[in-house]
């Protein structure tokens, strides 16, 4: 019989182990050597000869650092050796999205990856692993944050997340390569601004040693860049008239999709970002009746009628223009608070603005 270690799944009863290995880390545990020694490194969790922290400082496993499970299917963050820099790294699945690193590699080329419109995540390096079986390799990418967490405080803030992404949608768009699950998992932010001194993977409130609160300054002091990830849907035409199976991602809810058939990849993107904006910030802020009119023409039951890119950027110009500073730099609540901490967070809110107002930040923080 195999002996048992702390990173098996099962235990001799044949119930789980507190705090073990989950099936999808084993993975990991098994590469953490070929990864090191690509100059990356896995947490301590994930060396092989890793013993629980818990089971000798009696601390609750949920509680310390080692303890922080990644379930991620294809992904795992790591340090880059060298420089200490938090990076994600993420299976090449060619059954599941066959274009993917070919397009990622495309928008990581020299002539794209400096042009201030591209807001595609950046390809670092591809690394292989000793995997004969699955011949997997790993893409490095930058160490991204999901792009509402934390919560956008301001209505500046907000046209700051969209005018980006609408520019990163247009740029793919302009070379006919729809994104096909341009959805809320899948945009992000570089978190290396607000988070200077970066934070824990897992829980991502916490330092990166995991021993106090991770340092965090605010979009408006430190203005983030937006990007869209995982290109495994995604598609290049020779236009952007053109028909193709519907793919499912994260938003489900397209009409294209419901109804089955061939349809345009190129108007379902507009349709997921303007679902974005309407589930995350209409249905669930106050004061966004500013972009009613369009979201509900990007999300239009009859793909044909919505707006192409270009023109929810160029409708979205002037939305922005008639916003006044003072709604740009007010407090965007939640419909769920309660009134008393509402007005709280106002007061927070005003002190923060005459803070900003007196250090010149931007009421449109753009990096």
Not at 218 to 235: E, H
Not at 239 to 259: I, Q
Not at 268 to 286: A, H, S, T
Not at 313 to 320: A, G, L, Q, S
Request: aromatic content about 10%; proline content about 7%; some cysteine.
């Amino acid at each position: 019989m195999e002996e048992r270690s702390a990173v098996h799944v099962g235990a001799e009863n044949g119930r789980r182990e507190i705090g073990v290995l989950f099936s999808s880390e084993l993975w990991w545990r098994d590469r953490y050597r070929d990864i090191g020694a690509s100059g990356y490194r896995l947490r301590p969790r994930y060396d092989p000869d890793w013993q629980p922290s818990w089971k000798t400082s009696r601390k609750d496993f949920f509680i310390t650092e080692d303890g922080q499970p990644t379930l991620l299917r294809a992904g795992m963050d790591a340090t880059r050796i060298g420089d200490g820099k938090q990076v994600m790294l993420k299976k090449v699945l060619p059954e599941e999205g066959p274009h993917e690193l070919s397009i990622t590699r495309y928008f990581s080329s020299p002539e794209l990856r400096d042009d201030s419109r591209n807001h595609c995540v950046q390809l670092l390096e591809v690394i292989d692993t000793a995997d004969t079986k699955l011949d997997k390799r790993l893409m490095v990418m930058p160490f991204l944050r999901p792009f509402n967490d934390p919560h956008i405080q301001t209505f500046g803030e907000f046209v700051a997340f969209f005018t980006q992404i609408c520019e990163g949608l247009q740029f793919m768009h302009e070379r006919n390569i729809a994104h096909r699950d341009c959805t809320e998992n899948n945009i992000m932010f570089d978190p290396s601004g607000m988070y200077p001194k970066g934070y824990h993977p897992i829980q991502k409130n916490r330092s990166r040693d995991f021993k106090g609160r991770a340092k965090q300054y605010t979009r408006t002091d430190r203005p983030p860049r937006y990007y869209f990830i995982d290109f495994g849907l995604s598609r290049r035409y020779s236009s952007r008239n053109v028909l193709d199976e519907p793919l499912r991602g994260g938003d489900k809810n397209a009409p294209e999709h419901l109804r089955g058939g061939r349809c345009n990849p190129f108007p379902v993107d507009i349709y997921y970002l303007g679902n974005l904006v309407r589930e995350q910030f209409l249905m669930k802020c106050n004061g966004f009746k500013f972009m009613r009119e369009l979201v509900d023409s990007m999300t239009d039951e009859i793909p044909e009628r919505r707006p192409t890119i270009e023109v929810v950027i160029e409708k979205f110009d002037h939305i922005r223009d008639s916003l006044s500073t003072a709604k740009l730099r007010s407090l965007i609540a939640l419909k769920k608070d309660p009134r008393l901490f509402t007005a709280f967070r106002h007061v927070r809110q005003f002190i923060r603005t005459v803070h900003y107002i007196v250090l010149k930040k931007a009421a449109i923080p753009i990096p």
